[in-house]
């Protein structure tokens, strides 16, 4: 792999999404909303009220919709408040064979490409976290062609 290196100040949207997409999914959710749902329609075919169908119907479509829709909302909302309260500051990376080496105002250092414990490429940055110590979002915007093939092949291994 070229070494090479870039600079990146990340825009609210990108940290918002960057901190929303490193959500776990619970997974619990789906199942649990269908059983609601499932409950709310043999209420309703019981005739035993309107209000209790309703009320199951839409417990049952918030847990449904909880991990991939509401969960990543309130994350953006969190991290929007937080990035308007904190200072920012570019970060100064640069990639080679063996590892990235991060220089900003608060953070300096060289990490090995073996002290990966996290790497995800999406539309429009890549996720790479070294244990609980540095997690760098990558913009797509600040890369060439040629460094995202860079990236893609790093991530991959």
């Not at 792999?1 to 600079?7: H, L």
């Not at 990035?83 to 105002?105: I, P």
Request: proline share 4%; net charge neutral.
């Amino acid at each position: 792999m070229e070494t090479f290196s870039i600079s990146v100040l990340l825009t609210k949207d990108e940290y918002c999404s960057s901190a929303a997409h490193r959500l776990p999914s619970l997974g619990w959710g789906i199942p649990i909303g269908l059983f609601l749902m499932l409950c709310g329609v043999t209420v309703w075919l019981l005739e035993l009220g309107a209000s209790l169908t309703w009320g199951f119907l839409v417990i049952g479509v918030t847990a449904a919709l909880f991990d991939s829709v509401i969960l990543p909302v309130l994350v953006r909302g969190v991290m929007g408040a937080r990035f308007d309260r904190t200072r920012h500051e570019a970060w100064h990376l640069t990639f080679s064979g063996e590892s990235v080496t991060v220089k900003s105002g608060r953070v300096s250092g060289t990490f090995p490409y073996t002290l990966l414990t996290y790497a995800e490429e999406t539309v429009h940055y890549f996720n790479l976290d070294f244990g609980a110590e540095l997690s760098l979002c990558v913009p797509r915007r600040a890369l060439a062609p040629w460094q995202i093939t860079a990236l893609q092949r790093l991530i991959a291994v």
